[in-house]
């Protein structure tokens, strides 16, 4: 059947793609029988732009999201992820590795004919060939992206070379074609090749995060450096863009704006991202169906293991104090308290007459000012405004908790969540304890649960630094590489972490990339990379997991390796002896 693809628009910054409904017969790579009329630079741009579209992660962020330990059964859950990913069942009729697998198929069919058309269109003169370099260099890199994604999600070790990958995408083909799986060796090939053309082909760095650049081509090569275990590489590309890139970890309080916002400088985090507007993509619903407040409709909330780590208050370094008065609706007393700005500090019960003068048990508190050696001011969030509205009482003597503050507990917990400290005994812990999850929670402009898409940011590189020290021995410089990130993170400096061996560092690593992607579709892949390094696997905390007994799996597990889809191997002969085990 003859197909046919209709770029429709481009406003602000946005792309539709309008096709008949077989226009990717079950997901051939690259299938088109029919050639495009493209001719010129502006349309081989829309192309372009029709291809960013077709890379949003959902698939993928929900998949980490809801397979591993990062998210538990909220009281709004009506079946959502039980008897799928939440009880880690999968098979090659699963939606997610079908979700991810057309996901990046699809957009390597529109990609491969951008670097294709590329070189039929009309030239009219120096400035156009600077752009069609520019769109070329930006499709190379995204063919490179979404090969990177499926060899991680489909191989059962990307780092042997000689295993089986996936389908190699680089052309154009018929859509009747049939492909078998290449070997990771052969994959990681198109993958270098295609990242050295995009980076000779780029013209002068860009900071606009929304387009594919030279820098985010750089980044890729230390992901897949990283993926294959070639550590020697993959520091010096991390650090080439720690260096050169001109992006500079997010401070503490513009790390919120990233998530919240998506208003952050452009020199700050964030490497690549997808945009999204008004109307476009609500990752957010991956949670909730409304909004992301305790009344929003959330069928998952925050794995309290992950909640746990969130709060520095849990750790031996924090310090015991007494909140011994409350005046002029804001000074908290704290008897030689010892605090900072951003300090954070818990209580032991809750304080108030009403919703909106309450200091709430278990909730997290940030000092806003510190007036004094006894007093501070507070506020509910990490960077956020001053509590005006407290009840005053000359006499009190509540017990709470303090420590260095976290911006990223800000960031992921939505104030409303209700935090019951004894939820292990609580009877009905889902309501009582109830963590509202709140990375994507929309926009004025956008509406709720519709921001921006984070695929790469500058913690990456550092994290994929601090692994390649560990891999080397350099355990005490690998903690140091750390620490700059959480130095970004805190209130303030804390002492470098001292690793008694690898396994600790290892471990070290993962726990830190647990809280700083949680949410962005990562953890699956870090447990996948790193769990054997760390001896650690998917644990849940132990009333997530009362619902239905899923509370651990081993890194060694057949399902660290999604199924190829049921789809792809009806429809693909060359493919359907090629499974991967246990499926």
């Known amino acids: 059947m003859k197909k046919t693809l209709i770029l429709l628009s481009v406003f602000f910054g946005t792309f539709f793609v309008s096709c008949d409904e077989d226009l990717l017969d079950p997901y051939t790579p690259g299938a088109l029988t029919q050639e495009l009329a493209i001719t010129n630079s502006s349309q081989l741009k829309l192309l372009l732009l029709s291809s960013y579209s077709l890379i949003t992660p959902v698939s993928e962020i929900e998949f980490n999201s809801i397979f591993t330990d990062e998210v538990g059964i909220a009281p709004g859950n009506g079946g959502q992820g039980l008897g799928g990913n939440y009880d880690f069942l999968l098979n090659s009729s699963s939606g997610s590795p079908i979700g991810i697998w057309a996901t990046h198929y699809s957009a390597l069919s529109y990609i491969n004919r951008v670097i294709k058309f590329s070189n039929t269109i009309t030239i009219v003169d120096s400035a156009d060939q600077q752009l069609v370099d520019q769109i070329v260099a930006e499709a190379l890199t995204l063919r490179a992206y979404c090969?990177?994604?499926?060899?991680?999600?489909?191989?059962?070790n990307p780092k042997d070379l000689n295993a089986l990958g996936v389908m190699l995408s680089n052309d154009v083909y018929p859509s009747n074609t049939e492909k078998a799986r290449a070997t990771n060796g052969e994959i990681y090939q198109q993958i270098e090749q295609d990242l050295n053309s995009a980076i000779t082909k780029f013209g002068s760095a860009t900071l606009d995060p929304i387009y594919a650049s030279k820098y985010f081509a750089i980044a890729l090569k230390a992901r897949a450096a990283a993926l294959k275990g070639d550590y020697t590489n993959a520091l010096v590309y991390a650090n080439d863009v720690i260096n050169n890139s001109g992006i500079v970890l997010s401070n503490a309080t513009d790390n919120r704006n990233i998530y919240w916002s998506d208003n952050q400088s452009n020199n700050s985090e964030v490497i690549f991202k997808l945009k999204k507007l008004n109307g476009q993509t609500k990752i957010g619903t991956i949670w909730a169906s409304v909004n992301a407040t305790s009344t929003g409709g959330a069928y998952f909330d925050m794995n309290r293991g992950l909640f746990k780590l969130l709060q520095p208050t849990n750790?031996?370094?924090?310090?015991s104090a007494t909140i011994t008065s409350i005046s002029a609706g804001k000074n908290v007393r704290i008897p030689n308290h010892g605090l900072s700005v951003n300090d954070m500090i818990v209580l032991n019960s809750d304080y108030g007459t009403s919703a909106t003068n309450k200091l709430k048990e278990g909730h997290s508190y940030f000092v806003f000012s510190v007036v004094d050696a006894n007093t501070v001011t507070l506020s509910n969030l990490f960077g956020g405004t001053q509590r005006t509205n407290?009840?005053?009482n000359a006499s009190l003597?509540?017990?709470?908790?303090?420590?260095?503050g976290d911006t990223r507990y800000s960031t992921m917990i939505a104030y409303s969540s209700l935090i019951d400290v004894d939820y292990l005994t609580s009877p009905d812990f889902r309501t009582s304890d109830f963590l509202v999850i709140s990375k994507y929670p929309g926009t004025t402009a956008n509406g709720n649960l519709?921001?921006?898409i984070k695929i790469c940011r500058i913690s990456e590189m550092y994290f994929i630094k601090a692994e390649a020290e560990i891999q080397a021995g350099l355990l005490t410089t690998a903690a140091n590489t750390l620490k700059a990130i959480r130095d970004k993170r805190y209130s303030k400096p804390q002492p470098a972490t001292i690793y008694a061996n690898a396994e600790e560092a290892w471990k070290d690593v993962l726990k830190e990339r647990r809280i700083e992607f949680a949410f962005e579709g990562f953890r699956f892949i870090d447990l996948k990379r790193l769990g054997l390094l760390a001896n650690e696997g998917i644990v849940r905390d132990s009333r997530d997991c009362e619902i239905n007994g899923a509370c651990s799996l081993p890194v060694t597990d057949y399902r660290f390796t999604l199924p190829?889809?049921?789809?792809?191997?009806?429809?693909?002969?060359?493919?359907s002896g090629q499974q991967n085990p246990q499926y």
């Open 315 to 319: 750790l031996p370094s924090a310090s």
């Open 397 to 404: 003597n509540i017990n709470c908790k303090t420590n260095y």
């Open 564 to 575: 190829i889809p049921i789809s792809e191997i009806t429809a693909n002969g060359a493919i």
């Open 147 to 156: 090969h990177i994604q499926l060899i991680s999600y489909f191989s059962t």
């Open 450 to 452: 519709v921001n921006d």
């Open 390 to 392: 407290l009840v005053n």
